[in-house]
């Protein structure tokens, strides 16, 4: 497990109030989340929440724990591809490999490179609570690691190559989002 330390310049990106997206280091980022034991009205509702808490973040994933609830519900939605919904998800196989530069809607401003299966296979529920099996490769694979990983409490900073994580203000226009990021370059 990696610490940070968020520098002063940083630190107002971590105190905003009335995000409903929890910030590092919130303990819930560290817990290892429950399954979903029924698809409820009351977990459309959350669904619903960590939906439109992505969009207002420019996410492209988010993770329960990320809107401080404990539980194995996560979302993907690469650029120019349908918002998934993977409850309970599982990773039952990996193929290849990546290395690309992530963000982290819980962790703003950090960026560092990542290594991650290129392909994955992944058991869930949809938002329906029917089983479903999806087979991921890029960037969607990405995003999908990087989320799944949130459940058992393990953050992107844990597996960044340590010598390219760097602090970057993302300017006006530059895009910003979780699991992955435009910004290249630093
Ligand atoms: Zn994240």
Not at 5 to 12: A, L, V
Not at 44 to 49: A, D, G, P
Not at 65 to 76: A, D, E, K, N, T
Not at 95 to 113: H, K, N, R, T, V
């Amino acid at each position: 497990m990696t610490e940070i330390k968020i520098p002063k310049e940083y630190q107002w990106l971590y105190q905003r109030e009335g995000n409903p997206i929890v910030s590092y280091p919130d303990p819930v980022l560290r817990k290892k989340a429950k399954p979903v034991a029924r698809v409820t009205p009351e977990i459309h509702e959350l669904i619903e929440h960590m939906m439109s808490s992505m969009h207002d973040a420019y996410g492209v994933g988010l993770a329960a724990p990320q809107v401080g609830v404990s539980l194995r519900i996560v979302i993907i939605e690469p650029i120019d591809q349908p918002a998934r919904v993977l409850i309970n998800p599982q990773i039952l196989d990996r193929e290849g490999e990546q290395i690309g530069l992530e963000g982290c809607l819980s962790i703003p401003a950090l960026y560092g490179d990542v290594k991650r299966a290129d392909k994955i296979t992944v058991r869930a529920l949809n938002r329906r609570g029917k089983p479903v099996l999806l087979h991921l490769e890029g960037m969607a694979a990405r995003i999908a690691q990087h989320e799944v990983d949130h459940l058992d409490g393990v953050l992107f900073i844990d597996r960044a190559i340590s010598e390219s994580l760097h602090w970057h203000l993302p300017e006006e226009g530059e895009d910003e989002f979780e699991g992955a990021t435009a910004h290249v370059g630093h």
